[in-house]
Structure formats: C-alpha cells, structure tokens
C-alpha cells in the first residue's frame, strides 16, 4: 500500500482470490469512509502482477505490472488525490525495468539493449528513448542489480563474477567510491541481507549496507560519503562459544562438459577439515527465476561445521550468479542444465576428495528441490540423504493449473505444457514424474498445509511414489506441518524445530552405518524427540510470488 501525500489517500493492491495474483490498485479516500474505493487500474493478463512503491522523492506512487520477463510502469501525482495514472516504459517481450524519481528527473534501470542492464535517466518521463541519457552503460561482465538515489550520488548494487559488489558513482555516472566487499564468498548488499538495512533518508551523508557469510554473521556496516569510512553498527549475536575464526570459506569454480565455471561456495570448521579423508557434505542450490543463492549466515549451520560437515552451495544456472545470459542458460526449454550442473558439481566435488558418495547430501528449498530431486532421479548413487523443505516436486500438474497461484506468469520459467515442446521438457524434468524403479537415497521432506507456493501435495505424491517404486530401503519422512505456510510455521521457535530435525537426519545418517540407515528405532526416536511439544495453530499463510 502506499498513502498519498496529503494522507487522506491510500492506495492498495487487490488480489484475486484463487490464484492470489495482485490485479487492482484500488484507492479508498479516507475522509470519505462511506464512498467505495475507487478502481484506478486493473492488470487484465493473467501472466502478470501488480507491485506498488513510492518514488525516492516522494512525488509519485509507482504501480508497476511485471512478470519474470516483462514489465511496465503506472505514475501517480502524490500531490493530487484525484490522479489518473500514466504509463511509462510500455511493457515489450523480454524487456524488463525499474523506475524511481529524484532530484527532478526520472532513473530507470533497464535490459533494453543491455542483457546485464543499464542506467538511464530523463527529464520527462515519457521522453522518446533517443532522449534517456545513459549514466551506466551495459557491461558483459557486470550485472546491474539495484540502484539507491542520494542527494550527490547513487549508489548501484552490481555482480561481477558471481560476487556482490556496491560502488558509488555521480549522477553524471563518475565512479566515486568502491564499498569493501570482503572477498568473493561474502555477501554484501544495499536491501535484504539483514533487516535494519534501509536508507530511507536521501539527504543522508551515509549509506548502509549489510554483509554476511556462511560463517559470518549478518552485519549491518556504515559507510561514511565524506570520510570513506566503514563502521560496523550491529551484529547478530550467536551464543557463547562461537568465534568466527574458527571456520574458513572460500568460493571455487567447477568446470561444466561444456566449459561453464559453476561458481560453488564452501565453508566448514578449520580443525576439522581434512585432505586425506572424505568427509560428510551438505550441497544445496536454487537455480530458478534469475535468483542468486548468496552466502548467508545460518546459526543451525554451525552445528554441522562442528561435527565434521563441509557445506556448499552451487551457484547453478537458472540464477544469476553470473548475470542475465546465465539465467537465461537454465531455464524454460534450457531447465534441464540446472541439473546437469548440480550432477556435475557433486561428481566434481566427490573426485576432488572432499566427500563421497556415502557422505553427501543435498538440501534444498522450493523450486530449488525440484533441480535436487531431477538430480537425485539421474543419479541417485551420488547421495547419500536429500533434505528438501517446501519442495516443488510435480511441475506438469502444477503448471497445467491455470487458476492455481503462481502458474501464468511462470510459464516464462517452466514453460507452457499447452506448447507439446514444452509439455515434452516439463515431464522430462519433473521430479515426480521422473521416479522409478532404483535404488534410491534416504529423504527428509518437509512441507505446509498452507503453502500456497508449492502446496503440500506435491511432497505427500512425490513421498508415496518414492516408496511404490524404490528397490531399496531408504528411510523417506515426511514432515507435515497444519499450521506453516511456504516454509516453517510463523513462530520462530517452529523454524527452529524443523532445523533440529533436518540435523537429526543429517547426523543420523552421517558417518555411514552397516545397515545403510535403515528405518532403525533410533533415527525415529532422535527425531520424536524435537518433534513439537506444542501444536497451537499459527497463521502461516504465505502469498508471495515465486516458489
């Protein structure tokens, strides 16, 4: 929602309520509670969504209709209650933008002719394209991710080879300053990676930004425009007895068959590490929607780096580890190289001596379970246990469901099954379609009655298939939550559990046992014993887009 800037506005995003798509901007006049809401602009495509913001100067309301490949933009006078929208940046197939007003002119961050894109700004927002005057041109080894507007500067939130980076430029587009990144396995960012990381004040002499890693805890920083002057401001604490030098990361790259260098991030216990013998691996990837699984801190991590785990994170394609071709690489008809390179990073890290077949896992979420599962399909002798928490398991029914959430604005994701080369693709891929009579690897999957993402039938198919079809005798548990949504419940203490018991089946499983982890009393009574005390319903209803 979004107020208008006399305060007796509010405009809102109305959604359809069986695919939960934002379709409305709806303005209600709050001195007229009687008046019905008022209309302003309804998204008639069903492959699009509504998204709504406010300019950097507080002058314009901006509704933006997007899916993964497209997008355009609707601008609301602040200043004037009674405002029609007017259209910026009409939507074109695969043109994708993001708009923003300051300093009397408009900004707008754009793949038109630019893959990894560009900056570009205007006097007038409906300017002919020749008159946007270029501030940061395209770069083939840079992706432009975000932008942030100052009072002198910008600052731009970027990508270069594989790694986050912010720099400082004028708005002439003069560099000014490089924000210390802290080397290629750590996370810096101007939004997201903590909380508290908002810049709110344009007037601001300052900018901050959070950091993380895989062993670092998220930190929120300060950096000083007229000092040049870093300044942590806050740090998670994790309890006593953690000491961040105590572990080692570092990010490698793996060669793909056809020369891609897979970015793969490692981290674990520096005196538990060693070369000459194989030790238990956790391997997780998302590979979707141009995403990046950047390195972030997980306390529940450190009880696997004590115990002798190494975790990695492969930094497949279908993200955006290395820009938008690198997306482009991995999705639609292209989905199947995800896998290809999950397969070829667990190979590559098994020969490398890392782990073996017996010691390693994967772990993943939502659309990255279905990648892990397609792998597991191939090849199952790699692993050892797979962890897939909200996992989206059954790809052709779920995108054969139009009215379902999420399915029209994803067919640029997963493909159209109404196209027969498509359709052809999507079984091909599917994790649940692609099980059959093998051996298997052990599984832990976790899942929500109200996750409206990946819904809890796409887990509950895939567990049952699993154990019609395996020639062996994996433990396969599923964890089934009433009252969670894409994710664990609500209650932080719920997250926490789940946790406790994905280690339990890690630990469990980890070093290998004579009877390869058979369904024995006690992997079930270590997990009974983090099992809820307490089942009290907790609203854990998640709308969000993307799986």
């Not at 991030?265 to 005196?271: I, Q, V």
Request: charged fraction near 25%.
């Amino acid at each position: 929602f979004a107020f208008s800037n006399s305060a007796r506005v509010l405009y809102y995003l109305a959604q359809e309520p069986e695919t939960l798509r934002a379709y409305r901007l709806m303005r209600r006049n709050l001195d007229a509670p009687e008046r019905e809401d008022e209309l302003v602009y309804e998204e008639t495509d069903p492959r699009f969504f509504l998204t709504l913001g406010r300019s950097r100067s507080g002058r314009y309301i901006i509704a933006t209709a997007c899916n993964w490949e497209s997008a355009e933009h609707r601008l609301i006078d602040a200043d004037d209650d009674d405002a029609a929208p007017a259209l910026v940046a009409a939507r074109a197939p695969g043109r994708l933008s993001r708009i923003d007003h300051f300093a009397d002119a408009f900004w707008m961050l754009t793949n038109d002719g630019a893959p990894n894109f560009r900056l570009v700004s205007a006097q007038d927002y409906d300017a002919p394209t020749a008159q946007w005057r270029e501030i940061i041109a395209p770069r083939d080894d840079v992706m432009l991710e975000n932008f942030i507007l100052f009072e002198d500067r910008i600052a731009l939130q970027e990508r270069i080879d594989a790694a986050s980076h912010i720099q400082l430029i004028s708005f002439d587009g003069a560099h000014l300053a490089d924000i210390p990144q802290g080397g290629s396995a750590r996370t810096i960012s101007v939004t997201g990676v903590a909380r508290e990381v908002v810049n709110p004040d344009p007037s601001a002499r300052f900018l901050r930004f959070g950091a993380e890693s895989l062993i670092s805890p998220a930190s929120v920083y300060e950096y000083d425009f007229d000092a040049g002057a870093v300044r942590l401001l806050r740090q998670d604490e994790i309890g006593a007895g953690f000491e961040e030098a105590d572990y080692v990361t570092e990010r490698i790259d793996i060669r793909a068959p056809d020369g891609a260098a897979i970015p793969v991030t490692l981290a674990w216990r520096a005196d538990m590490r060693t070369t000459d013998e194989a030790q238990p691996l956790l391997l997780t990837a998302y590979g979707a929607y141009g995403h990046t699984l950047d390195p972030s801190f997980a306390s529940w991590l450190t009880s696997l780096y004590d115990r002798g785990f190494i975790v990695a994170i492969a930094h497949v394609r279908g993200g955006g580890a290395r820009g938008r071709a690198w997306r482009d690489a991995g999705r639609s008809e292209h989905a199947r190289r995800r896998v290809d390179d999950f397969i070829t990073v667990a190979e590559t890290l098994i020969a490398d001596g890392y782990t073996a077949p017996d010691r390693l896992f994967a772990r993943a979420a939502s659309a990255g379970a279905l990648m892990t599962a397609a792998a597991a399909n191939q090849r199952p002798e790699l692993f050892r246990g797979l962890v897939l928490a909200a996992p989206f398991l059954d790809v052709v029914t779920a995108m054969q469901d139009p009215a379902a959430p999420l399915t029209t604005f994803e067919y640029d994701e997963w493909g159209d099954p109404a196209a027969p080369e498509a359709y052809r693709a999507m079984l091909a891929l599917s994790p649940y379609d692609g099980v059959r009579a093998q051996a298997f690897p052990h599984v832990f999957a976790s899942t929500g009655r109200n996750d409206a993402r990946a819904p809890a039938w796409h887990a509950a198919k895939w567990a049952a298939r699993l154990r019609d079809r395996t020639t062996s005798a994996p433990v396969i548990l599923l964890d089934s939550t009433l009252s969670s949504g894409h994710g664990a419940a609500s209650a932080r203490s719920a997250a926490l559990r789940l946790h406790a018991r994905e280690i339990v089946f890690l630990l469990a499983l980890s070093p290998p046992t004579d009877d390869n982890g058979a369904d024995s009393p006690g992997l079930r009574n270590a997990l009974a014993a983090v099992q809820d005390a307490d089942d009290a319903p907790q609203n854990g209803r998640d709308e969000g887009e993307g799986r």
